[in-house]
């Protein structure tokens, strides 16, 4: 079975404008979750899709954002970048919502 | 508190000796445990679930889980120079709604296994 994909891997994007992360989950599995790791807050959950439904929020602010597609395929888009943005965004999924989450390769997000 | 607190790293231990990793988590209700290896510039990679309390043993790895003392731990017995990695610890918070497809991470413990 093939794994999580994640595009783009490497995003270099400057203050003030947007972007699109997009997710592919593993085949059979309908819950994706959204994860930004940084080096000083580590890992921090975003929000979670299932059924093309937001289940689940995180504590980040409105510029992040996401939907879910019927193929369960998700994408997430963060708009007005800050630099503190700059992090690695991670999907996982899961076969159902609270089971095993297996990530994806992630995508690095740079702000200049 | 932190809702998960792993033990402070980094943990540097011989090759073949056991590595011991160890979690603490706030939320009483918890249900769901897991350890998750990666690897510098890798993404997290799921090396163990556990649900219930006692021990659960994949290979070299084993996960202790103790709900009264909100604790879990990993370890890895046999410790080879490819074990090197930082290890998380992470959480699914409740069996509610709001908990869903949500897991919380420790920091994560650096481990270094040396020849």
């Known amino acids: 079975k093939a794994g999580v994909t994640q595009t783009p891997r490497y995003l270099i994007k400057t203050r003030g404008q947007q972007v699109t992360l997009s997710c592919s989950p593993i085949s059979g599995h309908r819950s994706v979750s959204w994860y930004q790791q940084t080096p000083g807050q580590g890992l921090q959950f975003l929000f979670e899709y299932f059924s093309e439904t937001q289940r689940n929020k995180g504590n980040f602010p409105g510029r992040f954002s996401g939907r879910q597609f019927s193929n369960s395929r998700s994408e997430m888009n963060v708009s007005t970048l800050e630099l503190g943005d700059s992090a690695l965004y991670l999907c996982?999924?899961?076969?159902?919502?609270?089971?095993?989450?297996?990530f994806g390769p992630g995508t690095r997000l740079t702000v200049l | 508190q932190k809702e998960v607190e792993q033990n402070s790293g980094p943990l540097s231990v011989p090759e073949g000796a056991i590595a011991s990793l160890n979690c603490t988590y706030s939320d009483r209700g918890s249900q769901s445990f897991f350890w998750y290896r990666q690897y510098s510039g890798k993404s997290p990679e799921l090396i163990m679930s556990?649900?219930?309390?006692g021990d659960k043993e994949d290979g070299r790895f084993t996960a202790q889980l103790n709900k009264a003392s909100q604790y879990v731990s990993l370890l890895i017995r046999d410790s080879q120079p490819s074990d090197s990695a930082t290890y998380l610890c992470?959480?699914?918070?409740?069996?509610?709604?709001?908990?869903?497809?949500?897991?919380?991470f420790g920091q994560g413990t650096i481990l270094t296994v040396h020849p």
């Open positions: 996982a999924s899961s076969f159902v919502r609270d089971n095993e989450q297996f």
């Open positions: 556990i649900y219930s309390n």
């Open positions: 992470a959480v699914n918070p409740n069996a509610g709604g709001t908990s869903y497809g949500k897991l919380t």
